[in-house]
């Protein structure tokens, strides 16, 4: 599909994003059973939203006739559960951090090339676990003697798009403050960081806010922030506490990267917004993920968004494989190259002491 040309526009976007407000809200008995998950019923009831306790533990009746229907039904749902046996066993995560671990499945957000579709069962339903307590209690038995250990909490979900509804991060961002060699990782597009500010984190957490092309945020990233007001959440969660923020060491995700029409323009001015936010000493770090795709993401993401104006065309791209057999296409070597140095140079020259973490 062409994207039609769009200039940077003149004025600038400041929406924050909305509060997700679940239409139903699901309980099994088994996440009641919880402390924490009769935390999360308080939380929800407060704010008036409809609560169905289940009489079993199990999901069902959230499929619709077809994928666009089963989408907005499960979009639409917060289900309060207990997370699985097999979420104890943590998973490496490179190159984001040594091990990943769940407060939730499922995103509120909107994203047109969403990572996860596919990659989790079922309808796209927004799990948030109630056993938040044994969740963390198992982080320590993986800890790495003789180095920190990085946790990663953001690889299925965005944990601060649900924040209201569950007060999840701010309770493992307190429990991380408490360890000493290890250090949580989390990523979000959403804004709303006032009650993270105060914690006692003691620079044991570092927040990312995901970033990109004023292009691709207003027209492929639904119920998301828009870029200036996540650029004023990294400025307050990097602020330090003397001066009213969170003192945090903070990250900036720049994903994913597309070559769409006047991307220099494009992505020079998201940086140039970026100085400006972060006009201040502070210790940031970058990650930079090029846009890639599977067939089976694909074919779902085109059920879900038929509009959508991201270009799949594989003939534009180069396949490649895992060590499992599994086919994704990314961008060919040469426009891989082109986006590289241009973020490589750009970051350097504006952000001499930030590292790049990575580039995939």
């Known amino acids: 599909m062409e994207i039609v040309q769009e200039k940077v526009p003149s004025r600038v976007d400041q929406r924050s994003a909305r509060l997700w407000m679940p239409k139903q809200v699901l309980f099994t008995p088994a996440a009641l059973d919880e402390p924490w998950g009769q935390h999360i019923y308080e939380r929800v009831e407060s704010l008036g939203l409809p609560i ?70 079922g309808p796209p339903v927004i799990r948030a676990f109630a056993n938040l307590p044994a969740i963390l209690h198992n982080l320590p038995t993986y800890k790495n003697n003789g180095k920190t250990t990085t ?44 009650e993270l500010l105060q914690l006692p984190h003691q620079s044991h957490t570092q927040p990312r806010i995901s970033i990109n092309a004023e292009f691709i945020a207003r027209r492929m990233e639904g119920g998301t922030a828009s870029i200036q007001a996540r650029l004023e959440a990294i400025r307050k969660l990097a602020l330090p506490k003397a001066q009213g923020g969170g003192g945090y060491k903070v990250g900036l995700v720049i994903a994913p990267i597309m070559p769409i029409p006047d991307w220099e323009e494009q992505y020079t001015d998201l940086l140039d917004r970026l100085e400006q936010a972060l006009d201040f000493p502070c210790d940031i770090t970058f990650e930079l993920i090029s846009h890639r795709f599977t067939p089976g993401s694909k074919a779902l993401l085109q059920e879900w968004y038929p509009n959508t ?21 990314v961008y060919t070597p040469a426009t891989m190259s082109l986006l590289r140095s241009f973020f490589q140079s750009e970051l350097k020259r504006r952000f001499p002491d930030a590292p790049i973490l990575y580039w995939t």
């Open 52 to 121: 169905q306790v289940l009489k079993h533990n199990r999901l069902v009746g959230l499929r619709g006739e077809d994928e666009r229907e089963t989408y907005r039904n499960a979009k639409n749902t917060l289900a309060v559960v207990t997370a699985p046996a097999s979420a104890f066993k943590l998973q490496p995560i490179p190159p984001s951090a040594d091990f990943q671990f769940h407060l939730a499945e499922g995103c509120p957000a909107h994203c047109q090339y969403c990572y996860l579709a596919g990659s989790l069962q």
């Open 309 to 329: 104006l991201i270009d799949f065309d594989e003939s534009n791209r180069s396949a490649k494989y895992t060590k499992f057999g599994g086919k994704k296409y």
């Open 151 to 194: 946790y990663e909490a953001s690889c299925y979900t965005d944990p601060l798009g649900i924040e209201h509804l569950t007060g999840s991060l701010a309770e493992t961002i307190r429990f991380f403050g408490e360890q000493e060699g290890m250090h949580l990782r989390w990523v979000s597009k959403y804004d709303q960081v006032d």
